[in-house]
């Protein structure tokens, strides 16, 4: 078979993010499987946060793919890169962000702003991605966009990572240092009563870049190991579903470790930790390996057109599937649960409500969150990403000059 250069778009990694943001769905609502499930499988299920370390690796790797080769620490190359990332990231979170923080203002509902008093100024820390630096404050708002914070401090520091890679060649030393500053922070902050920045290692690690960086570095390699691969598609090698394996083998560790006080989840044990941060971002990176190189039944599922599609939305779909939108969506069933019972009570018949079951409710929600996810996707997400791109925004206009008479 004809071998063929590794393309800029792989359908593959697309559907990939589907699959990273149905895993974090999972862990937020495995609590509503305890009646069903043994503990043992609602501790794993617990530990399905792990499409958060997907979401990093994959970014790691895609930035590293596209841009590796051509980054120039130039004004204008710097605001074309930061107009793109801007394009991708920014304008549903925007709007996402906004909604929440008006429903704030009609509901009063505190897990937003976690008892800060100053909703407006935490809504511009939000909008600014600066939240994400405070322990207390991370979860507020949108809660699960802290990590947007961690992706973004990558997107900026990305090119100077290019550039120290390709001058200095000892790519192993970054993360080193990286991680080392977050320490270096934690230790001047750890005493200082101010929301929480870098208040603690916990906090460093598991939600900041500085802590997490070896996972965007480990896309990173992947990205600098295939760029020049090719495709003979027919690879037997075995590497994806290896890969995928041992994913789970990692999730599997991080289910027996002893949750610490205060906490909800193994990954916040120290060896949790471990495992989440560098030892899984491995096991993806392998995963992702045999993805890029065979030909899989995994590949050919993943690449699926509605699964690709369900991937392009998937983003949205993170944004939506924890916070407001789904509180909306469990009040509608509380209250269609109420009335179908009355209706009930008027025939004189002792029926099942259909809603009555939390774990039903939450397949409910999964499907109408996504039908949400691709709507916005079609009607706002796609279209604003393609006018930025398209506009002079971060993009000095270059001026012309018309020589006449000569």
């Keep these: 078979m004809a071998q063929k250069p590794l393309l800029n778009y792989i359908p593959a990694l697309t559907g990939v ?7 974090v769905f999972i862990s937020h609502y495995a609590y509503t499987f305890d009646e069903n499930f043994p503990h043992a499988v609602q501790r794993f299920l617990n530990e399905f946060h792990i499409g958060v370390t997907i979401f990093f690796v994959l970014s790691g790797f895609l930035i590293a793919f596209r841009y590796f080769d051509s980054f120039k620490l130039t004004g204008d190359w ?22 929440a923080f008006i429903s704030f203002y009609f509901t009063g509902d505190q897990k937003i702003t976690n008892g800060y008093q100053h909703p407006i100024g935490l809504f511009l820390m939000h909008i600014t991605f600066v939240r994400g630096f405070f322990d207390q404050l991370k979860f507020t708002g949108i809660a699960q966009g802290w990590s947007l914070t961690v992706e973004e401090l990558f997107y900026f520091s990305a090119p100077f990572i290019f550039y120290f890679a390709q001058r200095y060649k000892k790519f192993y030393i970054q993360p080193i240092v990286i991680t080392g500053f977050g320490v270096l922070l934690v230790l001047l902050f750890r005493n200082v009563n101010w929301y929480g920045f870098f208040g603690n290692f ?205």
């Design 202 to 406: 916990t906090f460093m690690m598991l939600y900041t870049f500085l802590g997490r960086c070896f996972e965007f570095f480990a896309g990173i390699q992947l990205a600098l190991i295939v760029k020049n691969k090719t495709l003979t598609g027919d690879a037997k090698t075995g590497f994806t579903y290896l890969g995928f394996v041992l994913i789970f083998v990692c999730v599997g560790i991080m289910s027996v470790l002893p949750i610490p006080k205060g906490e909800i989840a193994g990954l916040h044990h120290p060896v949790g930790i471990i495992t989440n941060n560098y030892l899984l971002a491995m096991a993806i990176a392998l995963f992702f390996y045999g993805l890029l190189t065979e030909t899989t039944l995994l590949k050919k599922l993943l690449s699926n057109k509605f699964v690709e599609l369900l991937g392009k939305s998937s983003y949205i779909f993170y944004l939506i599937h924890l916070g407001y939108m789904y509180d909306f969506l469990h009040f509608g069933f509380n209250w269609l649960n109420d009335y179908v019972f009355e209706i009930y009570d008027k025939l004189g018949v002792d029926w099942n409500s259909p809603f009555q079951y939390d774990s039903l409710n939450v397949l409910y929600a999964f499907v109408i969150l996504n039908a949400v996810s691709i709507l916005l996707f079609k009607l706002i997400e796609e279209p604003l990403n393609h006018y930025i791109r398209k506009s002079d925004f971060l993009i000095k206009a270059k001026r012309t000059t018309t020589i006449t008479g000569q």
């Design 78 to 99: 710097f605001g074309q890169y930061l107009k793109n990332r801007v394009a991708r990231i920014y304008p549903m979170y925007f709007l996402l962000t906004a909604g």
């Design 17 to 23: 993010r589907a699959l990273a943001a149905y895993l």
